[in-house]
């Protein structure tokens, strides 16, 4: 099946850096999104990506479609301590395909004060 | 507007005993998928419900779990008899017909078999 690579696995920042995080894939994604996941909640959708080359922002958040879409990246800015927590990439198939969501393996991020 | 739900929050189990988690989608979905997060890996998709038909089912690991949806509401999924590799979170999403990428988590049950 389709596999996503995320990375980076996990990283440590300041408080005030900017972040940055991708997932590529073998496969073409119709759509791409980004999720955040904090300890005993679910993932919790943050920006939804539907075009190749789309530029989506929310708030510090900023993602983006890549144009072979095969891949996206996530940047946050200015990180504060909320940040804290899992990042997954998830891609869906075009229409016609399997509608469930593939997802990559989570980026946890600490921010330290 | 409510969110997905799902009940119950944690459920520990021995080995070889029925476990049936449930989950509520948000009102007016038509599309309800099951997923799966086992030992710190990725998310993993189980089956996909498009009202009361099982539109996918292809991620369900073997005939030891099975998922209903009656009515086209509520989802059940059973696990009979749970064995020690079942362990793990199990999340419901549920999206709109015409936002199918788009899909809306619950806050997962935790299955741990001992």
């Known amino acids: 099946g389709q596999q996503l690579n995320q990375s980076p696995q996990s990283m440590f920042i300041q408080e005030g850096e900017d972040v940055s995080m991708n997932c590529t894939s073998s496969s073409i994604f119709n759509t791409w999104l980004w999720y955040k996941q904090e300890p005993g909640e679910g993932p919790v959708l943050l920006i939804a990506l539907y075009k190749a080359g789309e530029l989506t922002s929310n708030g510090r958040l900023t993602a983006q479609f890549g144009i072979t879409r095969k891949d996206s990246f996530l940047n946050i800015s200015a990180s504060i301590p909320s940040d804290v927590g899992i990042y997954f990439c998830?891609?869906?198939?075009?229409?016609?395909?399997?509608?469930?969501?593939?997802f990559g393996s989570g980026t946890q991020l600490t921010v330290l004060p | 507007e409510a969110g997905v739900t799902q009940f119950p929050s944690h459920s520990v189990i021995e080995k070889g005993q029925t476990v049936t988690l449930r989950c509520d989608p948000i009102?007016?979905?038509?599309?309800l998928y099951w997923y799966r997060r086992v030992m710190g890996k990725e998310i993993k998709f189980l089956l996909h419900?498009?009202?009361?038909?099982?539109?996918?089912e292809s991620g369900m690991p073997n005939n030891r779990f099975l998922a209903e949806r009656t009515g086209g509401t509520y989802s059940t999924l059973k696990v009979q008899p749970a064995e020690l590799e079942d362990s793990g979170v199990y999340f419901c999403a549920s999206s709109q017909v015409d936002r199918g990428g788009e899909q809306y988590f619950g806050p997962g049950t935790r299955l741990t078999v001992t």
């Open positions: 419900f498009v009202k009361e038909s099982k539109q996918d």
């Open positions: 998830a891609g869906q198939l075009p229409p016609g395909s399997a509608r469930q969501l593939t």
């Open positions: 009102s007016g979905h038509d599309n």
